[in-house]
């Protein structure tokens, strides 16, 4: 069963970036898809972005991918979250998630394991 830890999450000012990090333990991390979701508050969790297990596929979503990028380290047993240009928009609880089938997935549906959040709260 792997087990996955959120950091990074901070307050910042509008316009700055951060970059989220997931690390994984208790499996084989390389074998999982990674994800990211955010949930904002009394706003459903939603779709962030997600890497195949072995980094060659990774998609975005579009209200973020001109801001946003994911990528992973699997020597680290980390998958990063890349956030440029932030906004109030972005301010929610960010999650990080491991799926077993390996493949690059937006529905939570598709993911096995949760982290337990990082908040991220963009001020204006």
């Known amino acids: 069963q792997v087990q996955l830890a959120e950091s990074g999450g901070r307050l910042v000012q509008a316009g700055d970036s951060l970059r989220l990090s997931c690390q994984g333990s208790?499996?084989?991390?390389?074998?999982?898809?990674g994800g990211w979701f955010r949930q904002a508050p009394a706003k459903e969790r939603e779709f962030v972005a997600t890497?195949?297990?072995?980094?060659?596929?990774?998609y975005v979503a579009d209200s973020v991918k001109s801001r946003f990028s994911i990528s992973r380290d699997n020597a680290k047993n980390t998958v990063y979250l890349q956030m440029d240009r932030l906004t109030s928009e972005d301010t929610a609880v960010y999650y990080c998630?491991?799926?077993?089938?390996?493949?690059?997935?937006?529905?939570?549906?598709?993911?096995?394991?949760w982290g337990q959040g990082t908040q991220v709260t963009v001020s204006s």
């Open positions: 890497i195949s297990s072995r980094g060659e596929v990774a």
């Open positions: 998630a491991a799926g077993m089938n390996g493949y690059a997935r937006t529905m939570r549906s598709n993911y096995d394991y």
């Open positions: 208790g499996g084989d991390f390389s074998t999982y898809a």
